[in-house]
């Protein structure tokens, strides 16, 4: 076989993924080969966002702490490990100054992002920015956090790092920023692979603010080897390699789908509905239905729309637990797959009530009181009523997304943590009339390791070549819709 440089391609070798999502990390060993794709988690913890006097950040110093611990059982486990790679959800930032890093991160989920908002959008309407970004509105998108900035904190920065990119900068020292994830920023041309100089302009963000932003680099492509102090701590080094730095990207080169005829739904806190296509495409139908283009890997496009996900449910069950009751996700389930379809309301899971933290039954109650439904009452009610209404958005997102990018719908593919719900799987088949392939869970991780093996010769060729390697190995279950 050909190799990923020429050549023979080398026996299995083994990567390591650095995989962060919204409420928990993970560091995943992968042994990948022709035939082989075995992924091992070394070290799984929370990521717990924490509330400071000037709003919610994220904890990130604490999070790296935990990456370097599990990156050292990873090194003792194998001390031959090729290379790294770090995705983690996308929009946030640190800023830095001569390498120190200027506060903590703020959280996505914090308030300040509505003076951003207002701030972009007085100088370029949302449609006016859709037409060189391509992005859909969301509040927390990283123009809008960087105008939400105060002048005087952006003036002291010379560095502004998405989350990956910055970690990457603690264990290389190298400062890039990964396209995938650069693509949700805002600022970014795609068919370009350049930062917008005119649209960072012309929303008003401060004319230093290009001067804030490194150099570009794409998957597949080398960093830079762990700095000395680094891998002395971890007891072997490594060079770190992008991948699709955003987890989405990550996880949609993991999704076993055939392009034309396939949705997928990366389904964790957020639930990220979309097609791949081959160029962003930001017609006035696009605009119309808040879809958004964001880089792939391979240069491919993911024409997408974010569902709120099961964010509702786990802050529900959340709130709960705060209450004092001990909730068995399995059990309320099992008890909500018992109740009638018809019994629950379906509400709008996209309404912004739902994005901050807080107590998800009242909200969802107060929704359901303004649209004239009975609101559901008893946890299982509650629960059922999430998972049919997160269903009927998956279902409505992904005809929408199809329609747009004119494919063919034939089957959805589910992955990540949301690819364990039976309940939800079936009823995303049934309200969409689609088959729905469920699987893999740890989808983000496998990408990640893919993009890496290919980088190191292990495995080759195109993204259809990996995404036949992921269903050679790891079969998806599959939902047939019922009347």
């Known amino acids: 076989m050909t190799g990923a440089r020429g050549g023979t391609s080398r026996p299995a070798g083994t990567v390591a993924a650095v995989d962060l999502g919204a409420t928990s990390g993970r560091v995943v060993l992968g042994r990948v080969g022709p035939d082989t794709l075995e992924a091992t988690t070394v070290a799984r913890f929370p990521n717990t966002p924490v509330f400071a006097g000037d709003g919610l950040h994220w904890d990130l110093l604490g999070l790296y702490g935990e990456v370097l611990a599990g990156l050292r059982d990873a090194f003792r486990l194998e001390p031959g ?10 929009v946030d930032y640190g800023l830095l100054r001569q390498g120190r890093l200027l506060g903590i991160p703020f959280h996505y989920r914090d308030e300040r992002t509505a003076r951003g908002v207002a701030a972009v959008h007085e100088r370029m309407p949302h449609a006016e920015l859709f037409a060189r970004n391509g992005l859909q509105f969301l509040p927390f998108n990283t123009l809008y956090q960087l105008a939400a900035e105060p002048a005087e904190v952006l003036a002291l920065a010379d560095r502004a790092l998405l989350v990956p990119d910055l970690l990457g900068l603690w264990l290389t020292g190298e400062a890039r920023a990964e396209l995938t994830n650069a693509s949700t920023t805002g600022l970014l041309d795609w068919p370009a692979q350049a930062w917008d100089d005119a649209l960072i302009a012309g929303v008003g963000l401060p004319a230093g603010l290009r001067e804030l932003l490194p150099p570009l680099v794409a998957p597949g492509e080398r960093v830079g080897a762990l700095l000395p102090a680094v891998a002395a701590s971890l007891g072997g080094t490594a060079d770190v390699v992008a991948v699709g730095s955003h987890d989405t990207a ?6 076993p789908m055939r392009a034309d005829a396939s949705a997928y739904i990366s389904c964790g806190t957020w639930g990220l509905v979309g097609v791949e296509v081959a160029q962003p495409v930001r017609t006035p139908e696009a605009l119309a239905a808040n879809f958004t283009n964001e880089g792939g890997v391979d ?3 993911r024409l997408l729309h974010n569902v709120m996900g099961l964010w509702i449910l786990s802050e529900t069950v959340r709130g709960w637990e705060r209450e004092g009751h001990a909730v068995e996700l399995p059990a309320l389930l099992a008890a909500a797959a018992e109740l009638p379809a018809g019994s629950v309301p379906v509400f709008d899971v996209d309404d912004p009530r739902f994005l901050p933290p807080g107590d998800m039954p009242a909200r969802i109650g107060a929704w359901c009181a303004e649209h004239g439904l009975a609101a559901p009452s008893t946890r299982a009610e509650i629960a059922r009523a999430i998972v049919e209404s997160l269903a009927q958005a998956f279902a409505d997102a992904a005809a929408t997304a199809a329609e747009l990018g004119g494919i063919e719908l034939r089957t959805i593919h589910l992955v990540g943590g949301g690819a364990q719900n039976a309940l939800l799987c079936q009823r995303t088949a049934d309200r969409a009339g689609v088959p729905v392939l469920a699987g893999p869970v740890e989808a983000t991780a496998l990408g990640n390791l893919l993009v890496q093996a290919r980088t190191a010769g292990f495995v080759d060729g195109s993204l259809e070549a990996l ?17």
């Open 81 to 90: 490990i090729a290379s790294i790679g770090i995705d983690s959800w996308a």
């Open 250 to 255: 990550s996880a949609v080169v993991a999704v």
């Open 299 to 301: 240069g491919r496009v």
């Open 467 to 483: 995404r036949d390697l992921v269903a050679r190995t790891h079969a998806p279950r599959r939902f047939e819709p019922r009347p």
